[in-house]
Structures are given as structure tokens and as C-alpha cells.
């Protein structure tokens, strides 16, 4: 347990929340990382542990999202060589966007700045018990650029952005009025 050193009264605070924060809208952002952990999870199959690096990213450029956060996860060991494949190769194009061929320690690449496109993912396919996404679509980190290609482009909100999806619309679906094709007086079939 870990004192305080004095009472602290909620109520005394403001509490509201904020419920609608939105994701940040596609574009090509200057970002850094600033804090990163080592997960280890036991694999299904029960040999070894999968090893996940998350990472919290601040933004950097444009402006306007200065200070927001990105959150991103890279698989750099994972029972699924496809999932392992994936995230390794992620984790080296990070590396290579800020510079740093070899990293023993993932502080290492902390506050180096980058610039990278990011977009909305998909939503989950796991479901709730509504049928709705578990989690809904979050802002993914989709291309690293590197510098030593020359080709960093500067810091812009993309003009298309991707359209929201419709509410439900909890209505019964219309009755389907047709009906099945009336028989026919001939007894034989043309296939036999």
C-alpha cells in the first residue's frame, strides 16, 4: 500500500468525464515514443511465453494534435509465426525510422522523433453480446518513413477521412411479401 502523505477528497474535484474522445484522424504525423513495456503471456500451447512490446507514442505534428497519444503493440516473439513475422517486421521499420540498427533495450528508442502515416484500423471481429465489435476501429500506425530514403514528407490531416458506420437500426426488417411459384399441372420433371 503506498501512503499519500495527506487526505485526499474526490469530491472536491471535478469528475466529469469525457466519453467522446475521438480517435485522430488519418493523416502523416511527426511522432516520438515515450514509454514502452515488455508483456509476457503464456503461449496456448503451453511452451514458452509470447513477448509483446507496448508502446505509448505522443504526437508530435501537426499542431493541432500536439500532445495527443498513440497507443501501438508490436509481437516481437509470438506462437504464430505469421503474428511473430508481423510484428518484427514493424519493430524494424520503427527502428530504422528513428535511426537505431540495434536495440537492446526499447528506452533506447524513447523521444526520437519519426514520421509515420497513421489511419483507423478495423474494429475487433470478436463480438459483444449485442453483435457489436468488442473494440471498436483505433488509429494504427500503417507506413514508416525513413529517413535515409529521403522521401519524409511533412506533417498533414489527410482531406478524404473515412465515413462513420451508420447507427443500428433497431427496426424489424420488412415482411417478405413473395410467395412460391405456383405448381405446375405436368407431373415430370425435365431432369428426370
Known amino acids: 500500500m503506498?501512503?499519500?502523505g495527506s487526505?485526499?477528497?474526490a469530491t472536491e474535484h471535478d469528475t466529469e468525464q469525457r466519453d467522446d474522445y475521438p480517435e485522430l484522424p488519418n493523416g502523416i504525423y511527426r511522432l516520438e515514443m515515450e514509454a514502452s513495456e515488455i508483456k509476457e503471456n503464456p503461449r496456448k500451447n503451453g511452451n514458452?511465453?509470447?513477448t509483446l512490446l507496448k508502446t505509448t507514442f505522443n504526437?508530435?505534428?501537426p499542431a493541432e494534435y500536439e500532445g495527443r497519444k498513440l497507443f501501438n503493440n508490436y509481437n516481437l516473439e509470438h506462437e504464430s509465426s505469421q503474428a511473430q513475422e508481423i510484428g518484427q517486421k514493424q519493430f524494424a521499420a520503427l527502428c530504422r525510422a528513428v535511426e537505431i540498427a540495434e536495440v537492446d533495450d526499447s528506452e533506447e528508442l524513447h523521444?526520437?522523433?519519426f514520421t509515420a502515416t497513421v489511419k483507423l484500423g478495423k474494429p475487433s471481429k470478436e463480438k459483444d453480446a449485442n453483435g457489436n465489435p468488442a473494440y471498436p476501429a483505433r488509429a494504427e500506425i500503417k507506413r514508416y518513413y525513413f529517413p535515409d530514403?529521403?522521401?519524409v514528407p511533412e506533417p498533414a490531416i489527410d482531406d478524404n477521412q473515412p465515413k462513420a458506420?451508420?447507427?443500428?437500426d433497431n427496426r424489424q426488417a420488412a415482411s417478405n411479401d413473395n410467395k412460391p411459384a405456383a405448381a405446375s399441372?405436368?407431373?415430370k420433371r425435365p431432369w428426370g
Open 185 to 187: 399441372g405436368q407431373k
Open 7 to 9: 487526505k485526499f477528497n
Open 59 to 61: 504526437v508530435l505534428e
Open 165 to 168: 458506420a451508420p447507427a443500428k
Open 149 to 151: 530514403e529521403g522521401n
Open 111 to 113: 523521444f526520437r522523433a
Open 48 to 50: 514458452g511465453t509470447n
Open 2 to 4: 503506498a501512503q499519500l
